[in-house]
């Protein structure tokens, strides 16, 4: 089964899954339940999104120094392209409200980081890069 939405499909957006190019990579790409929020999100934000990291297998060059598995590893985590602090800003809002929990903003990288951790409940997890 192809984990996609009416915006993001794994199969046209090789980013929403692993791609490290690693031999032992398992490709692994995002829960279709957290799709389906990021997809709620796109739908109130009205605009397209760009994803640039999604699932991530444990052989990823971003991985590799962890010593548990974050976001992408667990196929609960994506980085969205951003222009500025403006766009940060409301994708966090927006991404709040439909129950992200995770955010890392990286203006220099032009990112965000927008997860979902359940452990954490209705607390927020934010940081910069």
């Known amino acids: 089964m192809t984990v996609s939405t009416e ?3 794994v199969e046209s ?3 929403l899954a692993c791609t490290c190019g690693k031999v032992l990579c398992d490709k692994r790409a995002v829960k ?3 799709l389906d929020m990021l997809q ?3 739908i109130d934000y009205g605009l397209p999104m760009i994803i640039t990291s999604g699932g991530r297998c444990p052989y990823h060059k971003d991985e590799l120094h962890r010593s548990e598995p974050a976001d992408h590893q667990k196929q609960l985590g994506v980085d969205v ?6 766009m940060a800003m409301k ?7 439909y129950g992200f929990n995770a955010f ?3 203006l220099k990288a032009g990112f965000i980081h927008m997860g979902y951790r359940p452990e ?3 607390k927020i997890a934010a940081w910069v890069y």
Do not use: W
């Not at 392209?81 to 403006?86: A, F, P, Q």
């Not at 994708?91 to 409200?97: P, R, T, V």
């Open 7 to 9: 915006n993001f499909n």
């Open 13 to 15: 957006d090789p980013k």
């Open 32 to 34: 279709q339940f957290f």
């Open 40 to 42: 709620l999100v796109r």
């Open 81 to 86: 392209k951003i222009t500025g602090l403006v």
């Open 91 to 97: 994708l966090m809002a927006i991404g709040a409200k």
């Open 104 to 106: 890392g903003i990286n």
């Open 120 to 122: 954490i409940g209705n």
